[in-house]
């Protein structure tokens, strides 16, 4: 039954069309894997792309993903081998998705922003067997080549690309049942570290049957009630870790996926009209952007089937999520995790109303707050957040992996906050000065290593600096190896620089000259007195 909620004595009553659910369907799936939607609904949408409407069943999902399956094990790869791929958002993302998962492979989506050493060095650090590359990519692609010595079949997609065979014509020659030996593989995702490199996340490998569900899918089937009806609205870019799992957790409980092909502000809330989405995924600057439209544009479209609208990746400003619970009803149910999977808290909208900006209780892995000596504080004293939970590693990367331990077992990802007394955990910091715009990590190290290599510098600290759509943005404070050489066409040379070597959105958005950067006795950046500058008496440094 639908109804609009009214909440708080009126003052966060509905401005329009949008409605809430009363109560959540407690149908959950009990199988839980595509194939077997392919059975029993096989004409059911699987997958639908917003833009062109192309639209996959679960039928041609599942042979699909076989083919690939199929076309791996030809190639010479067996479990435990790795896979990546760099795709733009598309129905092939997911079919190369899910041959992985159903031939005991590793999946590595790489960001389709990197340029073509970042893409290299992740491809070579996994030692992917198999690299799959979208026309779309072809010029990275012609640089790639001979920078991968371990790929010796590179891949391409939607179209020719020089040196590279063409997957989905030798995919089609597959059959388009299942491998004698299946088997559950696993996503291993990226994520930058302190050291600038990035660094995949390794779960510990253990074959399963494909039927098995994840620690994910379980979370969030009980959250979010996935069922197939469910109708999921993705708005992100899938190489990101979220996105693709909760865009797998939907086709595990068998409802229907629509992929943006890329963000539009208006175009999303057509989608939440025209599908009746019932499902959505946003980061707080698409809840900045949604916001900023027209009361006019708002008005036109119909989201009365809408329940539960996601967001996560990035803190969200109070004011912000106030006015978009005004605007759609307390159907925002947020969560805090980290691509390791030590963690994940949510907390619904009048859960939050009552405790602004807390990011919820523990759904999985219990929070110790902990001082720089170990010792575990008590409620209301902020510490770096170690959670009791699931265990990772680094791949490759021993150091990180025992730098990111307690000595009592718990890990941490370097956030900083405190838990109050009813057990809801706030966010305040991020040791590792981690900057968060739009949803989108990026750590300073990767962009002070590229700016160090211009002669002119001596030195120079990259920080986050508040920024009211994006949450943050980039800035860099260089110290000068002569500073008359400081000038707004050396603050241009140095950005252009980082473009040269970063994605885009990794690079300075501004650079300031500094003549002496504040540092501590031992000689380290003082990057806290830096950020004082900008964040002023802010009582949070994380929005």
């Not at 590359?133 to 001979?146: G, K, N």
């Not at 575990?376 to 510490?383: M, V, Y």
Request: net charge neutral.
């Amino acid at each position: 039954m639908l109804k609009t909620l009214y909440i708080a004595a009126g003052e966060y009553g509905i401005e329009r069309n949008f409605v809430a659910h009363s109560s959540a369907s407690s149908k959950a799936p009990m199988n839980l894997h595509p194939s077997y939607y392919a059975k029993v609904t096989p004409d059911h949408p699987a997958i639908m792309m917003a833009g062109s409407g192309k639209t996959v069943t679960y039928r041609q999902l599942d042979q699909a993903s076989n083919r690939a399956a199929q076309l791996f094990r030809a190639l010479g790869l067996k479990a435990r081998d790795v896979v990546a791929v760099m795709i733009e958002n598309c129905p092939e993302f997911l079919e190369l998705y899910w041959a992985t998962q159903r031939s005991g492979l590793f999946f590595v989506p790489i960001s389709t922003q990197f340029v073509a050493g970042e893409v290299a060095y992740i491809v070579n650090d996994c030692k992917a067997r198999v690299l799959i590359v979208s026309h779309t990519f072809d010029s990275i692609a012609r640089e790639l080549a001979p920078r991968l010595p371990r790929i010796t079949i590179p891949l391409s997609i939607h179209g020719d690309i020089p040196g590279y065979r063409r997957f989905d014509a030798m995919a089609q020659e597959q059959p388009n049942h299942p491998l004698p030996d299946v088997v559950a593989g696993y996503e291993l995702m990226y994520s930058s570290g302190t050291t600038g490199r990035p660094k995949g996340i390794l779960k510990q490998y253990s074959p399963e049957p494909i039927d098995t569900g994840t620690m994910m899918f379980r979370r969030t089937v009980n959250l979010y009630h996935w069922t197939d009806e469910t109708k999921y609205l993705s708005t992100a870019p899938l190489y990101h870790a979220i996105p693709l799992k909760f865009c797998a957790s939907v086709g595990c409980a068998g409802g229907t996926t629509i992929i943006m092909e890329k963000f539009d502000t208006e175009e999303a809330l057509d989608c939440l009209s025209r599908h009746r989405i019932t499902h959505s995924q946003w980061v707080p600057t698409m809840f900045v952007r949604l916001l900023r439209l027209p009361s006019s544009v708002k008005q036109r479209y119909d989201g009365s089937v809408h329940r539960y609208a996601l967001h996560s990746a990035a803190p969200c400003s109070p004011q912000i999520k106030h006015e978009m619970i005004k605007w759609w009803g307390p159907m925002l149910y947020e969560y805090y995790g980290a691509v390791e999977g030590n963690s994940m808290t949510a907390i619904d909208s009048t859960e939050w109303l009552a405790r602004p900006g807390s990011v919820g209780r523990p759904v999985s892995g219990i929070p110790h707050i902990v001082d720089d000596h170990g010792t575990e504080l008590p409620p209301g004293k902020p510490g770096t957040v170690y959670f009791d939970g699931p265990r990772f590693e680094y791949l490759n990367d021993p150091q990180k992996t025992q730098a990111s331990r307690h000595l009592k077992g718990w890990s941490t990802v370097g956030d900083i906050g405190y838990v109050d007394e009813a057990g809801y955990l706030y966010l305040t910091d991020r040791r590792a000065f981690t900057i968060i715009s739009g949803g989108v990590n990026i750590y300073p190290q990767e962009i002070e290593n590229v700016l160090i290599g211009d002669a002119r510098v001596v030195d120079a600290a990259v920080i986050g600096v508040p920024n009211d759509e994006f949450g943050e943005e980039v800035k860099a404070i260089v110290q000068l190896l002569d500073w008359r050489d400081a000038s707004p066409e050396l603050a241009e040379d140095l950005i252009r620089l980082c473009r040269s070597s970063l994605a885009g959105y990794k690079c300075p958005r501004s650079i300031e000259f500094d003549r002496n950067l504040p540092r501590q006795p031992n000689g380290k950046i003082q990057k806290n007195a830096l950020r004082d500058r900008y964040w002023g008496d802010r009582k949070s440094r994380i929005i």
